[in-house]
């Protein structure tokens, strides 16, 4: 029986899906905590070179395999493989794609579960007991494992109202929440004593320090997680653009979104640390370095906002809410990513795929909460670091070399006509087939050795 795909409604409703996927922990959290502990400004500098020549040509890559093959990750990279030995290597790719997306989920919704336990904290202390508070911010199993279960089954409810319903309309509320919040905390923490030198630590680089090789790799492994390259997720937002549209723009506005918010974090988060440093909290070791790297926001800022009395509690919430909000709208397309494939494979309902699938990737958060020591840093470490460069890798090689030239153009063409002719044409192939590759790997050499 075919399937009728659902689509993305309209351009803007794709443009919020897909900045909703890549905006997420790793721009307002893990963007701003790099920055702080690679030399500030220097970080930003070359993140943002990276993200436009290497992250964009890559998610371009991704985006177009999944337009052109209209079906879930690995189905989409079967369609540009020619040979046998080409269609093995791309169900393996698509595979790993997709079960990567899983495992981010099972890691990502723990953290997501801490940053809406930490929403409520400030509101419950207007109306509970210190003791259901402080179980809201301690480590504990039980509450480590009600909180992620909630984030999962919102993450169950958004994907099993589909792809128009589901994640674009909750991209479109969710998104334009996040960003004004963001503007927001931003404007209040600019009205802040140490503000402004957390302002010229972020914005004046050391260009020193800006071609460090340490700087350079966590800069590129940063905009690939940004991008949410190599997870096969971008290849099944690609699959719910119409052909219509020209996917070379749309493919550069989100980029610029998701550069942009990450941006807007670092604006809101280094400042916030130098108000912070001014009231008394310890930031910098003496020579300098960043303490607490991980546990930045959940240690020194909310040190922070305890320190604003009454109006503390409401930017804490609004600062967590927005964390998990931006969380939200990526999480989403970490479970899109599976149940597309399972929908599209076995022909079981997307309702029934997203509660299977959902409850196999609470059974491995439970697993990882259970073990946190010894699973937690591992499986994020298998993810960003082996197999989310890998697929990316991966992707690139086969629109530079395995794709046929004249049906990747032809693809390109639909909705973007006059491609051939267009800087992007000029450029791009030659980015995909060799400079993506050969950084990818290199960055991935450097992080096993
Ligand atoms: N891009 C998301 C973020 O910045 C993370 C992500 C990775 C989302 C891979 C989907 C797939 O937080």
Redesign the pocket.
Known sequence: MAITRDVFSSRFGFILAAAG???????IW?FPTQTAGNGGAAFVFMYMVLAFCLAFPAFMAEIIIGRHGQANAVTSLLNVANTNKQKRFAFLVGIVGVVG?GL?LSFYAIVAGWMMAYTIEPISHIFFSSETTGWLTDFSLSRNLIFTFIFILLNIWIISKGVSNGIETWSKRLMPLMFILLIILILYVFTLEGAAQGLIAYISPDFSRVFEPSLVLSALGQAF????LG?G?MIVYGSYIPKNTNIVSLGAQVTLIDVGIAFLAGLLIIPAMYVAQAQGVEIFSADGRLLAEDTLVFQVLPSLFNNMGDIGLLVASAFFALMSIAALT?SI??LEGPVSYVVERFNISRVKSALYLGAIIFTMSALIINNFDLLFGFIITLVTKYSQPLVGMCCCIFVGWIWQRNSLLNEIKQGFENAESSMFWKVWPIYTKIICPLAIGAVFLHSIL
């Open positions: 996927s890549a905006v997420g922990l790793g721009n893990g997306a981010i997680f940004s991008l949410s997870s997720v990526s397309s970490m």
